[in-house]
């Protein structure tokens, strides 16, 4: 039987998880939960509810997983170890600072209801924890770095499109290709903010807007902008609609060590990701980890789980033989 | 209380492990055991007793985790299930067609005995293993690549050494950059085995020898050379010993795939290691290893595992707070 899955939001996130649903003949999409009206929703998968976000707990018997596919900032903190008193759930809580405490709040909700949380999945944090994580583990006393990009930076978007005179911008951060190369000769060199990343932005100005001062207040944005090199294009409606519509996004893990009784040869270990539609891959990911909070669940184990706490074999729908037999 | 680690069998991988305990303070080498003469071995550690392999078993109480050292072929499928009978017990057990009878054997002593024997651990099988795990789960359906190198063959290396008149040769296996590109491109090329890798020789003859006719058995040689596009150097003694001393490898393991509910976006995975010394390297991975084998036992795992049984939180001395908090 197939392990019935509940998505609880339905954006580009939610619809992610129900695409993925449709890549793992193993999981079933039993029902979709949103917060605006439940008939406004139009889903791609015939024959499933989209539901009142108010009535989830009523589908307790019906669902093995609830994926939730808010955001980290307001719902996360509330939803999980809410919906973690009635459902096993999987969520991609992002604010790596407060992960602390929201794992303390899933744990206990999850603990008390005898389900599993299973917090923070997705790519960062997720698989580049883990791999931080592995690399930490094989080569002590190295250094790690993370790179982000090319991707489109949905905050930063966000920012420039609060500039007066500005109608629509996209954000891209880009890795600077020197200081990969560097990083990964294994200088170890000593990287600043400007020296990692640069910042594109493609800008779509209103009528009669005054350019010259957006720009300005773009490059000089602090927190966002200020500490890199940006550099701002002014862009049609139309070239924005066709050449940035995407949501690309990726980056690069990589840490280097030495081994020897003297440390005297050098490693290089990297992991790198190139993703058309970020929240298409994150929600892979979330799905692989649904399957994973449902066994586990099914063996015994409750409370809050990270990508750190999941043995990799949970992930795969073949069993242990097959994996041993193909793939190690 | 550090974990007590044995290593069984002195050779490249063994002084490995050594070093790689160095490196991890909440490990400590307890013994070094040989089938040579104890006397003869001297090792890195002060203080640190070198035995004969036969009186292992005699230090079933002194060592927490035995690491083996000895090879595939013959060693492995004897030495692990029978030290499991004492020990936990990692091993680097790389014949992939044969793991799943390696595994039926050490399973079978270790569930007997109460212990956790860890098999096929290193980079390949190992985190090569877990990459392809991973990356298949996140996009099923997607193409998987494994390439091998820049690195010393040590298998080709010693074909070469058996062909009449070779003194000495050390064998590159090369990734073809080209190859690699498509692989990234998300082309999903088909390649031949000779389309993804190159194989460069070098090699020193004895004096007198026909070069030509070294040099012909080396590129003709079945299985070995004759699928590959092969290039011979000769050299002198000089030569090899001041430029091919070492045992550099690594490699690339490649997946793609799509998600959408039409497949309309791409997505590359890839994980890279870029490895000065295969065997110090494989010790590094083993030594995290044994920390989980340690860790799983103590919580009343038993059995044997391999790198997909184990959730990676086993493999660090950091507890799970810590973690969270600085890796996640």
């Not at 929703?41 to 589908?59: F, G, N, Q, R, Y």
């Not at 170890?81 to 899933?106: C, G, M, Q, W």
């Not at 978007?157 to 005179?165: F, L, M, P, Y």
Request: with cysteine.
């Amino acid at each position: 039987m197939a392990i019935r899955i509940g998505i609880f939001g339905y954006g580009n996130l939610g619809k992610g998880i129900e695409c993925a649903i449709k890549h793992n003949p193993d999981l079933e999409l039993k029902a979709v939960f949103t917060r605006r009206n439940p008939d406004s929703v139009k889903i791609l998968t015939e024959d499933v509810k989209v539901c009142s976000a108010e009535d989830a707990s009523k589908w307790k018997d019906e669902i093995d997983v609830m994926i939730l596919c808010g955001g980290s900032a307001t719902d996360l903190p509330v939803q999980t170890p809410k919906l973690a008193e009635y459902f096993n759930v999987v969520d991609s809580f992002d604010t790596h600072a407060r992960i602390p405490e929201h794992f303390e709040a899933v744990d206990e909700a999850a603990k008390k209801s005898g389900h599993v949380g299973m917090i923070s999945v997705g790519w960062d944090p997720g698989m580049f924890s883990l791999n931080r994580l592995y690399a930490n583990c094989i080569l002590p006393g190295g250094h790690d770095y993370t790179f982000w990009g090319k991707g489109v930076s949905q905050g930063h978007s966000d920012a420039i499109r609060r500039i007066a005179g500005v109608k629509d911008a996209r954000q891209y951060t880009i890795p600077v290709e020197s200081a990969l190369e560097a990083v990964r000769s294994g200088k170890n060199p000593e990287l600043t903010t400007r020296e990692k990343h640069t910042r594109e932005c493609f800008v779509v100005a209103e009528e009669g807007a005054d350019l010259k001062k957006i720009e300005e207040e773009i490059v000089t944005m602090p927190n966002y902008f200020a500490d890199y090199d940006t550099t701002v294009h002014f862009i049609s409606e139309e070239e924005l609609q066709r050449d940035h519509a995407g949501i690309p996004h990726g980056g690069f893990v990589i840490r280097t060590g030495s081994t020897g009784w003297n440390d005297e040869n050098k490693h290089v270990i990297e992991y790198s990701l190139k993703l058309d539609s970020n929240p298409e891959f994150t929600s892979s990911v979330l799905v692989a980890y649904a399957r994973a909070a449902y066994r586990m669940n099914k063996e015994g184990q409750t409370g809050c789980k990270t990508v750190f706490d999941v043995a990799p074999a949970y992930l795969s729908a073949q069993d242990g033989a097959e994996l041993r037999k193909h793939m190690l």
